[in-house]
């Protein structure tokens, strides 16, 4: 699965972006292929304000749909719309999301070790485990640096 994202920063005028961004997002409808779309309102972060507002996720089978897609008549269209904001208020990404496809996090495979479990391992062994292995500090402000 294959995520793009466009990232918007705090909106000088709320009112122009609103308007803006509701012809985009009736034009974005129209891209063939999205699996799934998300749209995410950003409250905040840890360290206080958020540089973001909004955060729009169209989700695509494989890179290639997703290019397909964005490359459409109907994706050159939404992105025209897109392009009526300013700049430097947005941020484009693209992301392999593969937690959809159920699996994990890839890791190096010299510093990962394999998973051994005992027959005899209860689940509530493996839940202290856990916790023993948990940071004692929270995130927080202060610490996020």
């Known amino acids: 699965m ?8 705090q909106p000088v005028n709320v009112e122009r972006f609103e308007n803006t961004y509701q012809d985009f997002l009736a034009l974005v409808e129209r891209i063939p292929n999205i699996v799934r779309r998300q749209v995410v309102h950003v409250i905040g972060s840890p360290a206080g ?8 996720e169209l989700y695509f089978e494989s890179q290639e749909v997703q290019n397909e897609a964005l490359m459409s008549a109907e994706g050159q269209e939404a992105g025209a719309e897109l392009y009526r904001l300013p700049k430097d208020s947005f941020e484009l990404l693209y992301a392999d999301v593969y937690e959809e496809q159920g699996g994990s996090t890839p890791a190096d495979d010299a510093t990962t070790e394999p998973a051994t479990e005992s ?7 493996a839940d202290e485990e856990a916790a023993e292995a948990q940071p ?9 640096d």
């Open 2 to 9: 294959i995520k793009f994202m466009v990232m918007f920063r």
């Open 49 to 56: 304000p958020s540089e973001y507002y909004r955060i729009l």
């Open 136 to 144: 004692s500090e929270g995130l927080s402000a202060s610490n996020a």
């Open 119 to 125: 027959a005899d391992a209860s689940p509530a062994a």
